[in-house]
């Protein structure tokens, strides 16, 4: 237990929201959100999962939207951003955007982790995926009237239409939101471990998905700060763990890999890829509070996972 994380979640019952609601990962990058979308993209390809999306779901975008516009600019019409809080504005959309157009253009290779630490899911080869976005996709999806016709749905006025072809809705919590069965692909991106609400999220993007569509989830059980040691998190009493969540909006839920499995499982999804970072050099099983000391094996050595399921036909 780190008594830093205690103070610092206790702290938050008197200062300043905006003093400890800022985590917003690293979407402002667009190098980032090109690398994580050509990620998943790979994965879901090597998965059998759809690749050429129309309407896409991001849960959690973060500081920008940039991850969904990068689906966009490689042939999505539609893309819906739910996050818990509203942190995207549309000028430091448009500038990811424009680097993202640069970076397609130029079939950039994806970057790898030299570059952006810690960037998951891990993959063989970095090329640019030809054999996904070929140069027949990029023609028509580089196009200039296409590009714009983006841009343009990016501004204020765009995004104020009745149907617009970028919607960000922060808070998010309504599953009808979203008419059911007319999503291509959902996909997060380091959120799954914050959601509190884990059932009820998998709930909505199973009710959301077409039939025969994907989604795909890279989800970080590490500790979030909250201790030394990866997996020290799950040391914490639950009173102990109140006091270090404090009145923060979302922290990290706790639950580890095989509580999301069956999360999925249960909504009703196959699961078809699920790639898990393994590590040993955790706590022990007997310093964690009593709850966590009955984690399998598997659980008590999984510090991150890939998940792709489908929505069965
Ligand atoms: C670590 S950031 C990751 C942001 C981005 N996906 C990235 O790759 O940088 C976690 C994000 O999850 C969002 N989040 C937390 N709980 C959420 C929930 N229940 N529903 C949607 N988003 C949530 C946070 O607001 C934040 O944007």
């Keep these: 237990m780190s008594i830093t994380a205690i103070t610092k979640g206790l702290a938050t019952f008197v200062v300043p929201a905006s003093w400890y609601n800022r985590s917003q990962g690293r979407t402002l990058s667009a190098r980032y959100c090109y690398s994580v979308y050509l990620r998943h993209l790979v994965k879901l390809a090597e998965a059998g999962a759809g690749t050429d999306p129309g309407s896409v779901a991001e849960i959690g975008p973060g500081a920008s939207i940039g991850t969904g516009l990068a689906a966009l600019i490689a042939g999505a019409e539609r893309y819906y951003g739910f996050d818990i809080k509203a942190y995207g504005s549309s000028p430091r959309s ?73 919607a960000y809705i922060a808070p998010w919590f309504d599953e009808a939101l979203v008419r059911p069965a007319s999503i291509d692909w959902i ?65 990290i839920s706790r639950a580890p890999h095989s509580i999301h499995r069956a999360a999925v499982k249960d909504a009703g999804f196959d699961l078809l890829t699920d790639l898990r970072v393994a590590r040993n050099d955790g706590l022990p099983r007997e310093r964690l509070a009593r709850r966590f000391r009955a984690l399998d094996d598997a659980d008590l050595t999984t510090a991150g996972a890939f998940m792709i399921a489908r929505k069965p036909e």
């Design 187 to 251: 996909f997060s991106q380091a959120v799954m471990e914050h959601v509190d609400e884990i059932a009820g999220t998998y709930r909505a993007c199973f009710a959301w998905l077409k039939p025969g569509a994907a989604m795909s989830h890279q989800i970080d059980f590490k500790s979030h700060g909250t201790s030394h040691a990866w997996n020290g998190h799950w040391a914490y009493s639950d009173l102990a763990w109140r006091a270090v969540r404090g009145a923060r909006l979302y922290l």
């Design 94 to 166: 448009l500038a990811v955007f424009d680097e993202l157009v640069a970076l397609f253009a130029e079939r950039a290779p994806i970057p790898g982790e030299d570059e952006i630490p810690r960037i998951k899911p891990t993959l063989d080869a970095l090329d640019f995926p030809g054999h996904i976005l070929s140069p027949a996709r990029l023609e028509r999806c580089l196009a200039e009237t296409r590009l714009a016709r983006l841009r343009r749905a990016l501004t204020a006025d765009g995004m104020a239409g009745p149907e617009p072809a970028v």
